[in-house]
C-alpha cells in the first residue's frame, strides 16, 4: 500500500506508540516479576519519552535501512503479505537493540556495566518485541490504517 509522506509519519507513530507501550509493559513486567493491573497505568509515564524517541529512531534511521535489508531478501513483486513481514522483521531486528539501549540507560542506572546490561536488555526484548509486532501491533496497526483510509476514500466518494 503505497503512503503519502504525511501517511508514513501518522503510521510510525501509531506503530511506534503501540510497540513501546506493549515492550514497557512487557518490561515493567519483568522487573517487578509478573503482570499485574497496575502495569498498565506505570507503562503510561514511561511513554511520555519512549514513544517520541521511538519515532525519530524509527522514522529518520531504522525505516531506509530495513526497508534495504529487507529486500536483499524479497523483491518488489512478491507476494505483498512476505514484503511486509520482511519488512517488520528488519524493524524489529535494528529497532530492538535501539530501544534496549536507550532503556539500559535510562531506566536501569547501568554505571559500567553498560554493555552487559543493554546485551541482556537486547535477549530478553527481542522474542517480544518480534511476536508482539508480528502478531499483534503489526495487524492491529495496518488494520487500522487501512479502516480509516477506506473511510476516508468512501467519504470521498460520497461529496
Known amino acids: 500500500m ?11 507513530l501509531v506503530m511506534a506508540t503501540v510497540m513501546v507501550y506493549g515492550m514497557i509493559c512487557y518490561n515493567i513486567a519483568l522487573a517487578m ?29 531504522v525505516e531506509k535501512a530495513a526497508l534495504a535489508l529487507a529486500f536483499r531478501i524479497v523483491r518488489p513483486d512478491d507476494r505483498p503479505l512476505a514484503i511486509q513481514l520482511t519488512i517488520s522483521a528488519m524493524i524489529v531486528w535494528l529497532m ?3 530501544m ?8 536501569k542506572q547501568p554505571g559500567n556495566q553498560l ?27 495496518r488494520t487500522l490504517f487501512t479502516f480509516v483510509s477506506q473511510q476516508k476514500l468512501s467519504s470521498q466518494q460520497l461529496d
Do not use: D
Not at 534496549?100 to 531506566?107: E, G, H, K, N, T
Not at 554493555?115 to 496497526?141: C, D, E, K, R, Y
Open 115 to 141: 554493555l552487559s546490561i543493554w546485551l541482556q536488555t537486547t535477549i530478553l526484548n527481542f522474542p517480544m518485541a518480534f511476536f508482539w509486532q508480528m502478531f499483534f501491533a503489526g495487524p492491529l496497526v
Open 33 to 61: 516479576g509478573g503482570m499485574n493491573n497496575g502495569i498498565f497505568l506505570l507503562a503510561l509515564h514511561e511513554m511520555v519519552v519512549m514513544v517520541p524517541i521511538a519515532f525519530v529512531l524509527e522514522y529518520f534511521m
Open 96 to 98: 530492538c537493540p535501539l
Open 100 to 107: 534496549s539501549l536507550v532503556a539500559a540507560i535510562l531506566f
Open 2 to 12: 503505497k503512503r503519502t509522506k504525511f501517511q508514513n509519519i501518522i503510521f510510525t
